[in-house]
């Protein structure tokens, strides 16, 4: 039975002397005594991955794929030995699935046995994800170990992955108390995520994983078990690896970067946070930005809600909001410890201020697709309680909803040491040196092997990008001083507009959308449109900040025409359109596995108004597109996002 999308049931523990065991599973998570011991002769041993690991190139990449996350036990032995071994610009990506995590409450219990590793079980808890289907992205020791959780069945979840294993732990209870994990889909999924040398390590000697690993072409290897168990696998894999795509127009670019420098231009929230990803990993970043300084454009309010609009059927931007909230608010909840004036995640209330508002509100609770730690609803009562002064009706609870402070957030991720920024500076030309394999900016004042375009909706004005269909919509913020009598509200609340918790005495809230409006004055009646739609969410702060003196900001948002933003690889966008041609007689005529891309332009567009939320998880996804790494985001998301969907669809509709 498929599980899409769904709430999943968290673990059932029984405790026997502070070692959990699995209620319905009847089985062990790890043994009390030999734990470590045991882990480190399966896993690591058994996968060799002591001697792997130090022999690796200084900027290495290594992808390490678990079946059965539980505690997470193998993964903290598995980042010791990689902090240990790997040389210190190598990277792991530590992939793990899980189709019944553990509740906070129950992680940190198992995990207290292991206090040689409290700073990185302190990390773990503080990144957990809420116990609902799909990909989730932590950080690790400042981005040397970058673990997804792929919460959901391990089989379903390995066809969404894009990833090549280096190794497996093949972990999850034993077969013979939970065959249904160690399925032939199972098999064929490792397969299909494996490659040349690609090794795996189980604790288990089943026949039916011997053969079933056999089958789709390992070559096994029987080791001697730990502790009374006799015998263990391990294996390589035989067989060559395919990328897969469900176009052929989606395929990644696949080259490996010569050298790690790039060019961003824009320095707003994508830009930022796409040259932070690259600095972390190595890279040499110029920012390029035509504003006297970061985030002056659609990022630069003073204040900006982390909120997340849930369907009741979840589509693919659902999706990637999902993955978005929980890698900002741990962005967030990371730079708050440095500046609190970056942000809060204190919490978001979405009122229903009119019947429809209530009708869907309930709906979404109806489909029991989100768990409680995810939303909840909140009666009026209960929503002014927790906002701390008179909220105009009740709605839902994102207890990991916020605000952030973008040009704070911008200008702390863009002081690493290894990213240059070049202010009043606005890139009139781009195009690229075939002879020199580099892209060249304002006819050569600035060049790169790759750049990634982060400039919103100026993007669509560079030669090579003209084909993106973006549009600038006009927004107005609201800001006003606190008085005496203002009530101090404590949560972020949003109706049809949004306000956040004061932030050095003054209250941010709006915002007005304007369409074909291409001026950017601010104007006293968008300010009494902020006005009304406050006195609907929050009449008492509504009345108090009408008497105070106002002042506000306007900007442009970037939006597509699917409200998708526009993330990956530049397409050769002649090649593409005489390439698939035919689609625009025949929409599925089916063309061989070929695709072309301008080789290394990246784009990261179109986040409209959530770029809090999209932008920090699709830098990670660029990232994982430029080093050909595994993608943080299930596939299909990625695709979805994929900057040559436009040019695609416009064939399409040819055809019909
Ligand atoms: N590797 C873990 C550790 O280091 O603590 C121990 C794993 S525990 C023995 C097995 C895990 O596999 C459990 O957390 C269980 O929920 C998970 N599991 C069982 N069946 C699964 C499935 N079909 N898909 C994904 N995870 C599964």
């Known amino acids: 039975m498929s599980t899409t999308d769904q709430t999943l049931t968290p673990a059932e523990l029984e405790w026997q002397h502070d070692v959990p065991r699995s209620r319905a599973f009847q089985d062990i998570y790890f043994n009390q005594a030999g734990g470590i011991a045991e882990t480190e002769h399966v896993f690591l041993v058994g996968n060799d991955l002591p001697e792997r690991w130090q022999n690796l190139p200084e900027d290495a990449r290594f992808t390490l794929i678990e079946t059965g996350f539980g505690t997470g036990l193998n993964f903290l032995c598995a980042r010791d030995l990689w902090l240990r071994t790997a040389p210190a610009g190598a990277r792991l990506h530590y992939i793990s699935f899980e189709k019944h995590p553990l509740t906070q409450d129950d992680l940190a219990r198992a995990l207290a046995h292991w206090p040689q590793w409290s700073g990185a079980t302190r990390a773990l808890l503080a990144q957990w994800p809420v116990p609902m289907q799909g990909l989730y992205t932590l950080l690790f020791d400042d981005g040397r170990i970058r673990l997804t959780l792929?919460?959901?069945?391990?089989?379903?979840?390995?066809?969404?992955?894009?990833?090549?294993?280096?190794?497996?732990?093949?972990?999850?209870?034993?077969?013979?108390?939970?065959?249904?994990?160690?399925?032939?889909?199972?098999?064929?999924?490792?397969?299909?995520?494996?490659?040349?040398?690609?090794?795996?390590?189980?604790?288990?000697?089943?026949?039916?994983?011997?053969?079933?690993?056999?089958?789709?072409?390992?070559?096994?290897?029987?080791?001697?078990?730990?502790?009374?168990?006799?015998?263990?696998?391990?294996?390589?894999?035989?067989?060559?690896y395919t990328a897969a795509a469900s176009k052929p127009w989606l395929l990644r670019p696949g080259e490996q970067p010569a050298k790690r420098r790039a060019i961003v231009i824009g320095a707003g929230l994508a830009g930022a946070t796409t040259a932070a990803a690259l600095a972390r990993n190595g890279w040499q970043v110029e920012v390029l930005e035509q504003h006297a300084g970061p985030a002056q454009a659609g990022s630069g309010n003073a204040q900006g809600a982390l909120y997340i609009k849930l369907p009741t059927q979840p589509t693919q931007q659902s999706r990637l909001h999902l993955?978005?909230?929980?890698?900002?608010?741990?962005?967030?909840?990371?730079?708050?410890?440095?500046?609190?004036?970056?942000?809060?995640?204190?919490?978001?209330?979405?009122?229903?201020?009119?019947?429809?508002?209530?009708?869907?509100?309930?709906?979404?609770?109806?489909?029991?697709?989100?768990?409680?730690?995810?939303?909840?609803?909140?009666?009026?009562?209960?929503?002014?309680?927790?906002?701390?002064?008179?909220?105009?009706?009740?709605g839902l609870l994102f207890p990991h909803g916020g605000w952030a402070c973008p040009p704070r957030v911008c200008a702390t991720l863009l002081a690493a040491p290894s990213i240059r920024c070049h202010y009043d500076t606005t890139v009139e030309t781009l195009e690229y040196d075939r002879e020199q394999r580099q892209w060249r900016i304002n006819g050569g004042v600035?060049?790169?092997?790759?750049?990634?375009?982060?400039?919103?909706?100026?993007?669509?004005?560079?030669?090579?990008?003209?084909?993106?269909?973006?549009?600038?919509?006009?927004?107005?913020?609201?800001?006003?001083?606190?008085?005496?009598?203002?009530?101090?509200?404590?949560?972020v609340v949003c109706g049809e507009g949004y306000v956040s918790p004061p932030q050095e005495g003054k209250y941010c809230f709006g915002a007005t959308f304007r369409l074909r409006d291409d001026r950017l004055d601010v104007r006293e009646h968008e300010?009494?449109?902020?006005?009304?739609?406050?006195?609907?969410?929050?009449?008492?702060?509504a009345a108090s900040l009408r008497r105070q003196p106002r002042e506000?900001?306007?900007?442009?948002?970037?939006?597509?025409?699917?409200?998708?933003?526009?993330?990956?690889?530049?397409?050769?966008?002649?090649?593409?359109?005489?390439?698939?041609?035919?689609?625009?007689?025949?929409?599925?005529?089916?063309?061989?596995?070929?695709?072309?891309?301008?080789?290394?332009?990246?784009?990261?567009?179109?986040?409209?108004s959530k770029g809090l939320i999209s932008c920090p998880i699709s830098a990670e996804l660029l990232l994982s597109q430029i080093e050909n790494t595994p993608l943080p985001l299930p596939r299909d998301v990625a695709e979805a996002l994929n900057p040559v969907r436009f040019l695609i669809k416009g064939l399409i509709k040819r055809s019909i």
């Open 150 to 240: 792929a919460l959901g069945d391990a089989a379903e979840m390995l066809a969404r992955i894009d990833a090549r294993a280096d190794a497996w732990f093949l972990d999850g209870f034993a077969p013979s108390r939970n065959p249904q994990m160690w399925s032939e889909a199972l098999f064929a999924g490792i397969a299909d995520h494996s490659g040349p040398g690609t090794t795996f390590a189980t604790f288990t000697a089943a026949g039916v994983v011997r053969r079933g690993l056999t089958q789709v072409g390992f070559a096994i290897a029987k080791r001697p078990g730990f502790g009374r168990k006799r015998e263990m696998l391990t294996g390589t894999f035989q067989s060559g």
């Open 527 to 541: 300010h009494e449109e902020n006005l009304d739609l406050l006195e609907r969410a929050l009449p008492q702060l």
């Open 552 to 608: 506000g900001r306007a900007a442009f948002r970037a939006t597509t025409p699917d409200y998708l933003p526009i993330v990956g690889p530049a397409p050769d966008a002649d090649w593409v359109l005489r390439h698939f041609a035919r689609l625009s007689k025949d929409a599925n005529w089916a063309f061989e596995a070929q695709m072309q891309h301008l080789p290394g332009l990246f784009v990261n567009t179109g986040h409209g």
């Open 323 to 394: 993955a978005g909230l929980h890698y900002s608010a741990a962005l967030i909840r990371t730079l708050q410890a440095q500046d609190s004036a970056s942000g809060d995640i204190c919490g978001l209330i979405s009122l229903a201020l009119d019947a429809k508002a209530a009708r869907h509100q309930q709906q979404l609770l109806d489909t029991g697709l989100y768990p409680d730690s995810l939303v909840q609803p909140l009666s009026q009562a209960e929503a002014s309680a927790r906002a701390g002064t008179a909220t105009g009706a009740g």
């Open 446 to 491: 600035f060049c790169a092997p790759v750049v990634v375009v982060c400039s919103a909706e100026r993007a669509g004005q560079l030669a090579p990008l003209a084909h993106l269909p973006l549009k600038p919509i006009r927004g107005q913020t609201t800001r006003a001083s606190v008085s005496p009598d203002t009530p101090t509200l404590n949560t």
